[in-house]
């Protein structure tokens, strides 16, 4: 490749729009280009560094015996409906009706699709296990699309599923691929780590996430100090509390509180720490509402809360939801909360007593509360955010908490999907049985983005040679100097000889811009030819991510630019 035929120029600016160091990095060296908020189109250097994700994927997915095929990007409705998640993805799912008045949607994930198939055409013990996967374009309508290719409306992916006779079958399945996932993320050169999960929309008991430690990462995860646990934040727990022991239970009053709707001013009213305040949050849960029960000083996770309800969808009260239920926002308790709301509470609610409650009425709390005697509580659940500084449910130490992407999931779904969507096979006696599933995702884009994330400085991107979309740059850097031309192109079709995907920077530009170019778009070795080097007898040779520079003899340029390569990461 000459880049005077490229298509597609680095902008010396960062874009307005990019908060992002990938965002920032990958728009600036030409990878990518926004066609509106969470949509991009993919340019020839990005396009090579996706093709070069796909190729690893491919390799291992095909080494453990799955098998690519391609499935739909538009979905019917009923599937969805079936399974419940046409109502559990809510919003976030792209949905669509055809000209016949059919409901169809855009497709975030596959199982409605791949077990029917495999019902149709597997329908015998005899033909277990099978494996398939694809990459293809996945779809979600995000409320708030940023961070370039981290957080998109449309995303390229792996997925696979594999089907299998017996929870033993799927679980050495599902092995096999865990291990395969390890080999995907450490060819493409990643720093990551294997964390318990929460399942979110896919559902499942047994999951774990493969996320890559990153500033900017949305996605958190809880390590504990003594280097024994590892969960996604969503899923975290921390050491469960000893039961409370309240000797003498406050005598339960109600206190005015006139415009003391937040925690924060209601402790500061009353002259108590947040964590004395039963903090009483209310939501629908697929039409049942629920009061989740948490200290003051804590967050409700929604996400586990959701786990509990699955595949029905969990929302916040809205006005009109106080309103229906008689109560009022800012001041609920849940002394006095009818049968029909369902009363959960987070297992800290257990070791403590004598808080201070919304009084269910206006401008006022309740002080002494206690449970058992002024509530009840119907189930106590892990329900709260893990804080820095938590116990860890193993050993005690102090839990911290990290940045991180998520490249890749994984779930034990066993019949979560084959029982609704009756996809069965017949035994040996012929009796029917639903498939056990489990499903594996890999965002291809995503590993794009988290690389960038991990490797890059203030002068561009530092690929590992695995990812990048060139691993040679030869740089003219001055053009108009004949032996220089002539030793520059012996050097690039030298290279390319030998296999190494080489690029030659011909363009009419400047030697800084070429040098400034190539550091931003991060090849992993530069070769420098120019005027004074040749009259010298010699070329420099840069490792891009340790920034280490060498020179060589003209006659022994390739060979100078092969073990370069090689050494580089």
């Known amino acids: 490749m000459r880049l005077s035929h490229l298509f597609a120029r680095t902008l010396r600016e960062d874009p307005a729009e990019a908060d992002a160091a990938s965002h920032r990095l990958l728009m600036r060296a030409a990878f990518i280009r926004q066609v509106m908020a969470g949509v991009y189109t993919t340019l020839p250097l990005g396009l090579r560094t996706v093709r070069k994700i796909e190729a690893i994927v491919r390799e291992e997915m095909d080494a453990c015996g799955a098998q690519e095929l391609r499935m739909p990007i538009l979905l019917p409705s009923d599937p969805w409906k079936a399974t419940g998640r046409w109502e559990a993805y809510g919003d976030e799912m792209f949905k669509l009706t055809d000209r016949h008045g059919r409901e169809v949607g855009l497709g975030p994930t596959q199982e409605e699709v791949v077990a029917p198939l495999v019902a149709g055409e597997l329908p015998s013990y005899r033909d277990l296990p099978v494996n398939l996967y694809q990459i293809e374009w996945k779809y979600r309508d995000e409320r708030r699309p940023r961070y370039g290719l981290l957080r998109g409306r449309e995303f390229l992916m792996k997925d696979a599923y594999s089907f299998d006779v017996d929870e033993d079958a799927m679980r050495r399945s599902y092995d096999v691929m865990l291990q395969a996932y390890h080999r995907v993320f450490a060819r493409c050169g990643l720093d990551y780590l294997v964390v318990e999960a929460d399942p979110g929309s896919i559902g499942g008991d047994v ?100 786990r509990l309800y699955s595949p029905s969808q969990v929302r916040a009260f809205d006005e009109d939801a106080f309103e229906a239920h008689g109560l009022v926002r800012g001041f609920v308790g849940p002394q006095g909360l009818g049968q029909e709301i369902a009363i959960l509470a987070d297992r800290l609610v257990s070791g403590a007593g004598n808080w201070v409650a919304g009084a269910n009425r206006p401008d006022h709390h309740t002080v002494g509360v206690n449970v058992t005697r002024d509530f009840r509580v119907d189930r106590y659940e892990d329900l709260v955010q893990i804080s820095e500084g938590d116990r860890c ?173 090689q050494a580089a990461p």
Request: charge should be negative; hydrophobic fraction near 40%.
């Open 207 to 306: 999951n774990h996430e493969f996320m890559a430690p990153a500033e900017i990462g949305e996605d958190l995860y809880v390590t504990c100090e003594n280097g024994d646990y590892l969960a996604d934040l969503e899923a975290a727990s921390q050491h469960l509390p000893e039961a409370a022991s309240v000797d003498e239970p406050a005598k339960s009053e109600d206190v005015a509180t006139p415009g003391a709707t937040s925690v924060a001013a209601v402790a500061r009213l009353l002259e108590v720490p947040e964590s004395q305040i039963l903090k009483t949050m209310l939501f629908d849960a697929g039409g049942q509402a629920v009061a989740v029960l948490v200290p003051g000083d804590r967050e409700v996770n929604e996400k586990k809360l959701a």
């Open 393 to 565: 449910p193993n050993d005690g130490g102090a839990l911290r908490i990290g940045s991180s992407i998520v490249v890749g999931h994984i779930y034990q779904l066993g019949t979560l999907y084959s029982e609704p969507l009756k996809a069965t096979f017949a035994d040996e006696d012929g009796i029917e049985h639903p498939y056990q599933m489990a499903c594996y995702g890999i965002g291809i884009s995503r590993i794009v983005a988290a690389a960038a994330e991990q490797f890059h400085d203030d002068d561009g991107l530092t690929w590992p040679k695995a990812l990048a979309p060139f691993e040679v740059c030869v740089v003219l850097a001055t053009r108009d100097h004949e032996p220089s031309v002539a030793q520059a192109e012996a050097i690039y079709e030298g290279l390319s000889e030998r296999g190494v995907e080489v690029v030659l920077d011909d363009r009419a530009e400047s030697a800084g811009v070429k040098f400034k170019d190539a550091d931003l778009i991060g090849y992993p070795v530069q070769v420098v030819v120019g005027k004074r080097g040749i009259e010298a007898g010699t070329i420099d040779v840069k490792a891009r991510r340790s920034g280490e520079r060498t020179t060589a003899p003209l006659a022994a340029a390739v060979d100078a630019a092969s073990r370069a390569l």
